[in-house]
């Protein structure tokens, strides 16, 4: 075939019988000719379906490759927790992730297939899937859902050109940013709120030093009252400039700096108490407290600011007065401390968010309370850094009983 031999024909001529002749060799070699070329199709043909064998394992692995990529992919669009949402060039939904669903209290199933502007009705959504979103659109839009419950959105659209730069449709993203939002809203609100705190001391001790400036004169015994009340006012301010401090430094997760001594808490809480009662007359203080065994090895400063804060919250919570309790236990590798008070008391919802920062609910029980919001927050960074726990018990208008432990030796 093609000039190169793949074969050779024999033929063989019995005893006795007569010789071949030119015509048989013409029949051989026709014979021998369709043979070769039956022959060579037959290879073609078998290298051919090798071939064939092959390109279909590749595309069996291929299809089998790219229907893992797809589940992968649609595994993570159902599990992430931002909403994905797909449309086509004409701004009907293609497809809609279950977070996305659930954010906006839709059916996917029955959401797929129709207009995201009637589905969908947000002005910040449709800006995005418009024709051309301007960059300030894309980048500072917020939805507020208010159904199946309060969320604050913010989408994002990145749109899908085919190669010839057509629109074929869009992908948005849509995060929750409820909490960021609500956090940045309280953050405003705590500036206001500390700004007001730092205002009052600052009013007062510019009054009383402007009253002593003007009339030289008074009685002793009234300069040492204004005297006593700009200490004590300056005073205010340092405590609240040092828990300011000491929170930034709690939010930019650097540790409390803390300088470790033996500290007796009966000593403490019979400081902290004797500065508190100055305070009030409607309260009466009961401490109950073990002879020994109240000795941890903690920074002092640190605790009398733990007692400081617990106690004059008891206080400020309790307006009309009544017993606060202090006591304590020792509990072999720690010291266990409850304060409690009979004052407003709180929520159980209220309780749950105790110990964040910014938290201060407005609510009708303590109208006319001044506070921060910050000394639970930073009481319960001050007690962790010491190895300690901080939980809180409440009922609604009979008080509230907070409990933390301090371990006894300072960890390793
Ligand atoms: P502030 O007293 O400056 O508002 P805190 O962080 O000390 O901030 O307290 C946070 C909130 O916890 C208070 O606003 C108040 O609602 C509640 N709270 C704290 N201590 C008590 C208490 N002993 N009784 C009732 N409510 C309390």
Known sequence: VSGEVIGAVEVVRGVGEPPFQDGHLAVL???ASEVAVAL???KLCEQLSGKVEIANRQLVAAYSELRQERDRVAAIVSNMADGVLLTDAGGRI????PAAAQMFGLDPRGAEGRPAREVLPYPALMAQLGDAPTESQTALATIRVEEPRHLVLSPRTVRLLDERGQRTGAITVVSDVTLLQELSEMKTEFVSVVSHELRTPLTSIMGFAETLMVSGDRPAAERDEFLGIIQQESNRLLVMINDLLDVSRMEAGRSLALSYSLVDLREVIAHVVRFQQVVTSRHQFHLAL?????QVEADRDKVVQIFTNLISNAIKYSPKGGEIRIGGADRGDEVVVDISDQGVGMSSEELGRLFQRYQRVDRDAIKGIRGTGLGLYLVRGLVEAHGGRIW??????EGSTFHFTLAKRRAA
């Open 392 to 397: 809180a018990e409440s009922t609604p208008g």
């Open 94 to 97: 293609l497809f809609i992730n």
């Open 40 to 42: 060579d199709n037959m």
């Open 29 to 31: 070699t026709a014979l």
């Open 290 to 294: 073990p002879d020994s065994g109240l």
